[in-house]
């Protein structure tokens, strides 16, 4: 009687501890939607971006645009740099 006991405590156990892990999974499942969700907002923002950037390149006849966003040259000026002079020239 003393096994069948024991047997029963440890299927209870057993089942006890994989309703703990399904719920941890449905957790993480919910997280990781939540990360995908955000992940997929930032591309479309980092695309959008970068069509725009693009688009601006042709019509200002921009032809040093490369692939990577920068110039071909190692120098490029940063946009904090160049929103910098477009402001001091404002003041101007």
Known sequence: MEKKSLAHELVRAR???????KKK???LTEH???????????QALVED????SYAL?????????DQGG????DDAVSLD???????RKMKD
Request: glycine letters at 6%.
């Open 15 to 21: 089942i006890a501890e994989i309703a703990l892990l």
């Open 81 to 87: 740099v160049l929103l910098e002079l477009a402001v």
């Open 57 to 65: 390149g042709a019509v200002l006849g921009d032809e040093g645009v």
């Open 32 to 42: 990781l939607e939540k990360l995908l969700a955000a992940q997929l907002q930032i």
């Open 70 to 73: 920068l110039t071909a040259e």
């Open 49 to 52: 971006r970068e069509e725009n």
């Open 25 to 27: 999974l449905d957790e």
